[in-house]
C-alpha cells in the first residue's frame, strides 16, 4: 500500500469501538445510523437523537422525542407483536439488515457500449487489481458472529476495506466527523455500483470515469491507482468500466 501513496487502515472510533457505517465512517451500528438519518435528513427526534435543530418553543409541536417504542400495540396490526411495538429507528434497521446483498452479472448490454461479454468483465476486474484499486476496495471480507441466522463468519464481496482515506481537495466536503476530517470518507463498496446512478458521497459524478478521476487531487491517497488506470490502454480502461458495472 505504501508503494501506492495509501496509508494504513483508519478507523473512525465510538465509545462501543471501531466505526464504520456512514460516508465518513463515523456509526458503530445501523440502529445508531438510522436515527442519525431521521435526524439529519428528515428532523425527526428518537431516543438516540432527542432533541430538535430549532428548540425555539414556537417550533416545537410535538413531544419530543418523537420517535420511540410504542406503550400500546399500534394498530392495524400487522403480523408481527415485535414489530408492532418497536420504535421507527429499529424497524429502519432491521430493514436494512436483512437486504439482500447485490447479485453481479457476468454479461450485459449497454446503451453506450452494447454488449459487454463475461471476458471484457474478467480483463476489467484483472486490470482493476492491477492498477491498485484493490487496495482500498478490498474485494473479500467476512463477517463476524451475529444473532442473525446463518451470518456468521461468511464470506461476502463488498469491495471495499470500509476504512477512512484522504481523498484529497478535490473530494473535500468541508465536514468532519469523530477522526474523519473534511478530506478523509470510508471506502464506499462497490457492490451494486451498476445499479447506481449518481457516483461518489455527494452524487456530483453521473459516469464512472469521472468518478475514478476525482480520486486525484491534491493529497489524494488515490493518485497513483489513478495514473495506473489511465495509463491502461483504451480497450482495458473501457474493461475496468465494464467491470464495475458488472457489480
Known amino acids: ?56 418553543p414556537g417550533c416545537l409541536f410535538n413531544p419530543l422525542p418523537e420517535d420511540g417504542p410504542a406503550l400500546v400495540r399500534r394498530t392495524p396490526n400487522s403480523s408481527s407483536l415485535t414489530a408492532d411495538y418497536a420504535s421507527l429507528q429499529v424497524l429502519d434497521a432491521a430493514a436494512v439488515r436483512y437486504l439482500a446483498p447485490p447479485t453481479p452479472v457476468t454479461s450485459y448490454t449497454s446503451s453506450v457500449v452494447g454488449n459487454v461479454s463475461s471476458a471484457s468483465i474478467a480483463n476489467g476486474q484483472a486490470k482493476f487489481i492491477a492498477a491498485g484499486c484493490d487496495a482500498c476496495h478490498v474485494q473479500i471480507q467476512t463477517t463476524g458472529s451475529s444473532s442473525m441466522t446463518g451470518q456468521s463468519n461468511l464470506q461476502y ?15 473535500a466536503d468541508g465536514l468532519s466527523q469523530g ?69
Open 1 to 56: 500500500m505504501a508503494r501506492l501513496g495509501i496509508t494504513a487502515s483508519r478507523f473512525n472510533r465510538s465509545a462501543d469501538g471501531i466505526s464504520m457505517i456512514g460516508w465518513k465512517g463515523a456509526a458503530s451500528s445501523v440502529e445508531y445510523f438510522a436515527a442519525l438519518a431521521l435526524s439529519t435528513e428528515l428532523d425527526v427526534t428518537t431516543q438516540i437523537f432527542p432533541r430538535k435543530d430549532d428548540e425555539t
Open 157 to 171: 464481496f463488498p469491495w471495499s476495506d470500509y476504512a477512512l482515506h484522504n481523498m484529497g481537495t478535490g473530494l
Open 179 to 247: 477522526a474523519a476530517g473534511p478530506q478523509d470518507f470510508r471506502t464506499s463498496a462497490l457492490w451494486g455500483i451498476g445499479q447506481r446512478l449518481f457516483l461518489l458521497h455527494d452524487g456530483r459524478a453521473t459516469d464512472l470515469n469521472d468518478a475514478i478521476q476525482a480520486h486525484k487531487s491534491a493529497g489524494s491517497e488515490g493518485n497513483t491507482t489513478v495514473d495506473n488506470f489511465n495509463n491502461l490502454s483504451t480497450v482495458d480502461q473501457q474493461s475496468v468500466l465494464n467491470f464495475l458495472r458488472s457489480l
